[in-house]
């Protein structure tokens, strides 16, 4: 089993940045993709930025320029650098992991401030 701890959310007024960190442990083998989802209210949850292994990157358009994605492969930690924030960015960010199965943080709340 493998768990995932989300760290760094909270209220920022616009123009600000946050990091958000998530931390894997347990039974941790081959992973494929780390990275970072968001659900605001009344909304699917949507891909934000994801990090394949190797270091490829893939961000949501809404983000791109703004936000970055990054992972210490040792510790198994994947981190979102969020920058110049839009109140559109509030949502709860989600920390996802890809292995054998695909394993998913408790969330983390994030509010933008106008």
């Known amino acids: 089993q493998v768990q995932l701890v989300e760290s760094g959310g909270g209220l920022v007024q616009a123009g600000g940045s946050l990091r958000l960190s998530c931390a894997a442990s347990?039974?941790?083998?081959?992973?494929?993709?780390m990275g970072w989802y968001r659900q605001a209210p009344g909304k699917q949850r949507e891909s934000v930025a994801v990090?394949?292994?190797?270091?490829?990157?893939n961000y949501a358009d809404s983000v791109k320029g703004r936000f970055t994605v990054s992972r210490d492969s040792v510790k198994n930690t994947v981190y979102l650098q969020m920058n110049s924030l839009k109140p559109e960015d509030t949502a709860v960010y989600y920390c996802?992991?890809?292995?054998?199965?695909?394993?998913w943080g408790q969330g983390t709340q994030v509010t933008v401030s106008s």
């Open positions: 990090i394949r292994t190797g270091g490829i990157t």
């Open positions: 347990g039974s941790i083998f081959s992973i494929n993709t």
């Open positions: 996802n992991l890809n292995t054998y199965r695909s394993f």
